[in-house]
């Protein structure tokens, strides 16, 4: 079959790769139909270089047809149509029992010392092959794909349920809005744009959302959004003060990552970082701070004292300079970490499946392409031209 395969850094090829198959009774076949690039992907595309080797397939956002399935799968069919969280969980341990399914102990990668399984990602996660393939195996098919309606409505509607969705949600969740309370998203990527919609949606009564491209804040600020370009804005701080009351903001939502535009000098060491041989790339990373904070910084500064800051962009430094004292003076509340998609999968299925695409679904990608031209597309998501939001590949 064909799929994208990681080849070094700034290098993906779409190769011809041994076809999938089931290993275990509890494994499924799904031929995909749609995957999506996520800025999670352009992390691996550059900065997690030292964890990937040449051949890796990427891909963690995909969903399509039921090909095969093992004998301990119970709950799927041949012919299912699904999509597939990118965490992989097996739904009965103490974590999944809790809900924590992205930290599933039978998936947990203890030898990294890393939380579950994830598609697609680097060998701290598994390195289990990802979905933008034509086929991909799915492990805990028992439990993780989610079934949708064959006549329901076209695969974009469910896509982002493999991810996007579900980590917009959990960083408004998490971000614990006050009744009547300001959220400010720094960051509007696919995770941003769809934390500003579900955020108005569960009735958040202003988001602000702060990024430097012009056409994602043009979208942000269409869905509902007070936007600040932080490319032209002096003092973002002092406007999102303008906008609260002199206070902050209540809460904020980091949607940006360890690749924030802003920090040249840690961006030359990560990028020299990026280009050591393997293992002592991995030893540096493990022992020197190797994020880009300016978003992370921001964030905290945004929040008001007794706010809350919620971290859905994806860090990976070990020894990252953090301003302790103005988060311990402030009393800010922090959560993150990586989606538990399953959590919030129902109450998301029973809003993408609605008659009306009250979270604009459907219109979200810009660019749809065949599988063939994933290189091209990698590269125009990565330099954000072409008013590029988001990729959606069909194999
Ligand atoms: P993206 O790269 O398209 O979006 C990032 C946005 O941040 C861009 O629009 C960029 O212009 C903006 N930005 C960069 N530096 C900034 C700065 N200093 N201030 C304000 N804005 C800035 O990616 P995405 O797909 O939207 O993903 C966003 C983050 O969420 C990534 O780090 C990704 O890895 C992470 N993510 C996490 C999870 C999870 O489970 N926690 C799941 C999916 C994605
Ligand atoms: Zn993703
Ligand atoms: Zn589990």
Known sequence: MKALTWQGIEDVQVREVADPVIQEPTDAIVRVTSTAI??????LYKVLAPYLTPGDVLGHEFMGIVEEVGSGVQNLAVGDRVVVPFTISCGHCWMCRRGLFAQCETTQNVDQGMGASLFGYTSLYGRVPGGQAEMVRVPHADFGPVKVPHDGHPDERYLYLSDILPTAWQGVVYADVPEG???AVVGLGPVGQLAVRSALHRGVKQVIG???VPERLARAEQAGAVVINSAQTKDV???VKDLTDGRGADSVLDAVGMEAHGNPVSEKIVTATSHLPGP???????????DRLAALHLS???????????ISGVYGGAADPMPLLQMFDKGLTLRMGQCHVQRWTDELFEIANQTEDVLGLESLATHHLPLDQAAEAYKTFQTKSDGCLKVVLKP
């Open 300 to 310: 905290l500064e945004l929040a008001r004292r007794g706010g809350t800051v919620s």
């Open 210 to 212: 702060i990024d430097l």
């Open 280 to 290: 002592a790339a991995r030893l540096a990373f493990e022992k020197v701070g190797i």
């Open 237 to 239: 701080v002092a406007a």
């Open 38 to 43: 996520c800025g999670s992907d352009l992390h």
């Open 181 to 183: 309370g300001t959220l």
